[in-house]
């Protein structure tokens, strides 16, 4: 695997854009510059990838943006930061599903100082060249079906095959971008991306476990809407399984009830502990057993006169 973080030299114009970021004015021996390929348009370890369009609208985004390590929001761990960026393609490559390989690289800089050797001798000799970048996409469609995730389900499974075309999801639309990170294992294989989605206005449970799932390594970043939205969903989940446990509640109660009415034989505290583990359809189903269930009707004789004789016939078998 070829590295993604390797030293650099100042190219003509690019101190002037450093400058932008300073406080005071830096020269060319104040600050170690290096080139780190942000991320690309294949496939990933997630069986996503980004379009080559979402990858022009991330160059503009990810300027300015700083570089962590271990996508740590603490200020400490900022090490670096993006002053240029560039979509460039990668000659004689193909992506997986046998696009023209394009790949999202960004100029960064930091200062040289005796805090930072350690970390410029890492991206010197090769230790620190993996990274992985935070950002959040609108529109996530299946390679399959072409239904956008992010608004509907979809029922094609990332990483199968459907009638020889393999599942996986593009990304699309870019909203914002967080940060760079130095990563040990990045999600795409020649940089590295932690995702995160949005749906208009709105919190798509199934996308935040999705995420979640697939970041579970390197953490997740959420913007102030999503979490505020994801805040939301939670409190409407706690809602309706009050109101679901006060409704199992009541259907145990009155399945227990028709249980004593109709088999009254049974003991009490059995019927307690029958009830009391069974699930809400489970009590559905006995509820509507039960009161469809009819008594035993007592055969009664009748008397009928034919004649001076009497007829038992409705008791033959």
């Known amino acids: 695997m070829s590295s993604k973080i390797e030293k650099s030299f100042l190219k ?60 740590s929001m603490k200020s400490a761990d900022q090490k670096a930061r993006i002053f240029d960026t560039y979509v460039e393609r990668q000659e004689g490559k193909k992506t997986a599903d046998g696009e023209a390989l394009y790949a999202l690289k960004a100029r960064a800089y930091l200062p040289v100082c005796d805090e930072n050797q350690a970390l410029i001798r890492d991206i010197e000799t090769g230790i620190k060249k993996e990274g992985s970048v935070s950002c959040s996409m609108k529109k996530r469609t299946c390679s399959v079906c072409g239904q956008d995730k992010a608004q509907s389900r979809c029922e094609h499974q990332p990483s199968k095959t459907y009638n020889g075309k393999r599942c996986y999801t593009i990304l699309e639309e870019a909203q914002d ?36 799932k697939a970041c579970s390594d390197e953490g997740i970043t959420l913007t102030g809407k999503q979490a505020s939205g994801l805040a939301d969903y939670l409190a409407r989940l706690e809602d309706e399984a009050k109101l679901g446990e006060a409704y199992k509640k009541e259907l145990s109660k009155a399945v227990s009830a028709l249980l004593r009415q109709k088999l009254p034989q049974l003991d009490a505290g059995l019927i307690q502990s029958v009830v009391s583990v069974m699930t809400a359809e489970e009590l559905i189903g006995f509820k509507k057993g039960l009161q469809e269930r009819k008594e035993p009707q007592p055969q009664l004789m009748t008397k009928q006169e034919h004649g001076s004789r009497k007829d038992y016939s409705q008791f033959k078998i």
Do not use: W
């Open 12 to 71: 003509d114009g690019e101190l002037e854009k450093i400058n932008r970021y300073a406080a005071r004015e830096l020269t060319a021996e104040d600050i170690f510059v290096f080139t780190a390929t942000l991320c690309d348009n294949d496939i990933d370890r997630d069986y996503e990838k980004f379009s080559t369009q979402a990858l022009e609208e991330l160059a503009a985004l990810f300027i300015g943006k700083t570089v962590i390590a271990d996508h």
């Open 177 to 212: 971008a967080y940060e760079f990170s130095f990563v040990a294992v990045p999600a795409q294989k020649n940089a590295g991306v932690t995702k995160a989605y949005s749906k208009t206005e709105e919190c798509n449970m199934e996308d935040y476990l999705t995420t979640i």
